[in-house]
């Protein structure tokens, strides 16, 4: 491989991996965060229901709020970690390179997808400000919350695009940017045992 291939190569490896820990400490505050209000809220509701007779006001609507947030959060690292659902039928059937050309094919057309919901999410987003829609309870602005599925959706699309990458630069396979493949190997009818 040509010096500068190689050189390249490293740069774009090393870019993908600021841009992957990047990601990672974004992810990790916004779950941390969201995880901790929702604790505290639920803390603070249950003692001041027993102790003064009344919980917080809005308690449910903020409870749904913050699982919004771990909801498209969560997305994000869900695919991080490898831990995404998986209809692998037909990718289980295969091994070596085309196993490889499959996975980086799903990775780039569901990044493209999640990079399409995120556009879409952030229209609405846009929308809900415009209209200057807010909770009932709270009078919340509506697209505070709901700020995080666009981010969400792209953060996870980023993810799907760096476990292309990944695969693209290297020879094994990966089932996220960090995460080597871990499946076991489809059952031989002549020997169970692989």
Known sequence: ????????????????????????????LILGSSVLFLAGLLIAHVIGRQVFGSGVTGQVELTQMSMVVMTFAGLSYAVRRARHICMSAFYDQLKGLPRKILLVTICLLTGALLFYFAWHAWDYVSTLQRRGRTSSALSIPLWIPYLIAPI?????????????????????IYRSFTELEAYDEVPNEHNPAI
Do not use: H
Not at 3 to 28: H, M, N, P
């Open 1 to 28: 491989m040509p010096a500068a291939l190689l050189q390249t190569k490293r740069l774009l490896i090393g870019a993908a991996v600021l841009l992957d820990r990047i990601t990672e400490q974004i992810e990790k």
């Open 152 to 172: 969400g959706f792209a953060l996870a699309g980023i993810q799907y695009w760096l476990t292309a990458l990944r695969n693209l630069t290297s020879k094994e």
